[in-house]
């Protein structure tokens, strides 16, 4: 297998990451951040170490601190905190490192509680256990969406009630903690305590051996310099049509600029836009859609894909899965940008006979600050049957710390 990725534009992706359609933004407080202050105060680099915890020293006596997670897949989204044994795998062996480093702090035991089911039906066995008031799991990992529905079932501890909970630290996303706390709560959200939000950070990858055929330089320095703008991708894009099978028609046989999938997740966030915003008071969420920004988003989008232009195959299945549809054509060498997810793009290409780079999704124009990293992460949540604040608090902040340290540059 060939691959040449630029980790110093991988960094840049992932500094901008938050988890759950997150983006970068400062620091948050301790504790519900107020509607005038998301940012929180810097942090004076000389005198205090982010990565320093303020936990207490506990001895919680070999206490099995249960994690729900379904077996979906071989327990794959398990895998992004929990691992049994080491394997030789870099990853998977910092994940082992990572759960051995808070066994030993605490003197706790990590342990899968299984349950036989899909990823997304996980909530149905969390509100089923509350609802029985049966404490089953200590923490359990549940799909995003079904995250809300667990949360209006009642079924969710507010995650400042765990007093060892810091979200000021740096493996906490910002964003993240400051988009989904309503009214002074926060009943789940996502932490460095898994990489699935590093491996599911949407991305932009360019075949290299192509961009050097078309005499299109790599644009790590209009990355840097914030000039890597949809028209400068979408004018690289255009120079690379060509009608491989002689038909006559753009279709999947030929070679485009643009090979993306119908279902193209975390678009919108890419460039800097949210659904929904705060109250100014901070009590409720608004619906704020129609906005020129958004309006703009989806006209030049539109107008791009659809407008004539033949460079852009838009893959209407929705597909995906690795080696299908747009990923499959990018691993082909049939496209010279492709749009998904890191880890669904090395996986495509794991096999394909060509180096890529990894850059950040364009911004809509020069206006826009920062580049945004849209992914989809899958929240730890804590069941209100769970009344052991202080021990789950000090085991989930520790597991964040672990993986931010050992974790996070071993993914990267």
């Known amino acids: 297998m060939k691959r040449n990725v630029s980790i110093l534009l991988l960094l840049v992706l992932l500094l901008t990451l938050a988890a759950s359609c997150g983006k970068g933004e400062d620091s948050v407080p301790a504790g519900p951040p107020s509607a005038e202050d998301a940012g929180g105060a810097p942090v004076d680099a000389e005198t205090e170490d982010p990565m320093k915890d303020d936990l207490p020293d506990a001895d919680y006596e070999g206490y099995a601190f249960r994690i729900g997670a379904a077996d979906e897949n071989n327990a ?32 706790v035991d990590l342990v899968w509680a299984e349950v036989s089911d899909t990823h997304f039906n996980m909530y149905r066995h969390v509100v089923t256990a509350v609802q029985a008031g049966d404490d089953v799991y200590d923490c359990a990992i549940l799909h995003d ?75 790590y320095n209009m990355v840097r310099a914030g000039t890597w703008t949809m028209d400068v991708m979408r ?64 006209a030049q989008s539109c107008e791009w894909f659809f407008g004539g232009s033949n460079d852009v195959w838009f893959d209407g299945s929705g597909s995906n899965k690795e080696n299908q549809g747009a990923l499959k054509m990018f691993a082909n060498n049939q496209s010279l940008f492709s749009y998904n997810s890191i880890i669904r793009h090395v996986r495509s290409c794991a096999d394909a006979d060509m180096t890529y780079a990894i850059l950040p999704q364009p911004k809509l124009d020069e206006s826009q600050s920062v580049y945004y990293g849209g992914t989809n992460d899958h929240p730890v949540v804590v069941p ?23 974790i996070e540059p071993a993914y990267i």
Not at 90 to 107: K, P, S
Not at 172 to 199: E, H, I, M, Q, R
Not at 385 to 402: H, I, P, Q, S, Y
Request: hydrophobic share 40%; glycine share 8%.
């Open 145 to 219: 969406h079904a995250s809300v529905t667990a949360m209006l079932e009642g079924a969710l501890l507010n995650l400042y009630d765990l007093p060892a909970v810091d979200t000021s630290k740096p493996w906490w996303p910002a964003f993240t903690v400051k988009a989904l706390t309503v009214n002074g709560k926060l009943y789940f959200d996502c932490s460095s305590l898994k990489y699935d939000a590093l491996a599911s950070t949407r991305a932009v990858f360019m075949n290299r051996e192509l961009a050097e055929e078309l005499q299109i330089g790599l644009p």
């Open 76 to 107: 794959d989204y398990l895998h992004y905190l929990y691992v049994e044994e080491m394997t030789g795998e870099t990853v998977n062996d910092a994940v082992f490192e990572a759960n051995n480093y808070v066994r030993d702090r605490f003197n």
């Open 384 to 406: 209100v049957t769970n009344t052991a604040f202080d021990r789950t608090g000090c085991v989930l902040e520790a597991m964040g710390k672990a993986g931010k340290t050992l």
């Open 235 to 298: 004018e690289m894009s255009s120079k690379a049509y060509l009608d491989v099978n002689g038909n006559g028609a753009a279709d999947a046989g030929d070679r485009f600029g643009w090979a993306i999938t119908g279902h193209t997740y975390d678009y919108m966030e890419g460039f800097g836009t949210d659904i929904y915003k705060h109250t100014d008071d901070g009590t409720s969420l608004t619906l704020d859609f129609l906005n020129d920004h958004n309006v703009k988003i989806v």
